[in-house]
């Protein structure tokens, strides 16, 4: 399983943005898929998460309202549209997937920089 994402930038405060990670490889829709964020000094954290082949959404209290996480089959696709950006969403943005019952996310997408002006 292999895992891309794009779409990064540098955007004002207020602004939206939408993150891309395309897919390939064996993921059956069992497959959990995830976005997690890095700021700049703090750990890797939780940001949203989806079930591949379902429509149950689970997101950080901090996104929560602003970001949807969202999934195309055809293209193999997932989306991470954020809205309402602050400078405390600067970070690198990774998507990730693992098998279903494993604790630990498996699959890692190379990350991509959001950096939020104020």
């Known amino acids: 399983v292999q895992l891309q994402a794009s779409g990064g930038g540098l955007v004002q405060a207020g602004d939206s943005l939408r993150l891309s990670c395309a897919v390939s490889?064996?993921?059956?829709?069992?497959?959990?898929v995830a976005w997690f964020r890095q700021a700049p000094g703090k750990d890797r954290e939780f940001v949203a998460s989806?079930?591949?082949?379902?429509?149950?959404?689970r997101y950080a209290g901090s996104v929560e309202g602003r970001f949807t996480i969202s999934r195309d089959y055809r293209k193999n696709s997932v989306y991470l549209q954020m809205h309402n950006l602050t400078p405390a969403d600067t970070a690198v943005y990774y998507c990730?997937?693992?098998?279903?019952?494993?604790?630990?996310?498996?699959?890692w997408g190379q990350g991509t920089l959001v950096t939020v002006s104020s």
């Open positions: 990730a997937t693992k098998s279903p019952g494993r604790s630990e996310w498996g699959y």
């Open positions: 490889g064996r993921t059956p829709r069992t497959y959990p």
């Open positions: 989806m079930v591949w082949g379902g429509t149950s959404t």
